[in-house]
């Protein structure tokens, strides 16, 4: 799908107020999340490319957590959209 913003999909299809928006810079894929009830998500956080996303997982998993930021950032999907785009 795309907007104003740019090209995006819903990371967690439940939860439709959230928006993951995806480009292709300097040959990458970035990402970049949008909330509608929360501006500050879009405003604080800058587009992050898949390797960083991928550093901050290794991170996670070292450390014990559970929750895995890679499951919210879909490089398939980006890579599909953007193709389409």
């Known amino acids: 799908m795309k907007d104003e913003l740019g090209v995006f999909y819903y990371p967690a299809p439940q939860h439709p107020e959230a928006r993951m928006y995806v480009r292709r810079y300097a040959g990458r894929i970035e990402f970049r999340m949008w909330h509608r009830d929360d501006a500050n998500v879009w405003e604080k956080h ?24 890679t499951t919210l950032y879909d490089l398939a999907v980006a890579e599909r959209l953007l193709a389409d785009e």
């Not at 898949?50 to 998993?61: D, L, N, R, S, T």
Request: proline content about 8%.
């Open 46 to 69: 800058n587009w992050l490319p898949y390797a960083v996303i991928e550093q901050a997982a290794a991170m996670f998993k070292a450390s014990g957590k559970e929750s895995d930021p």
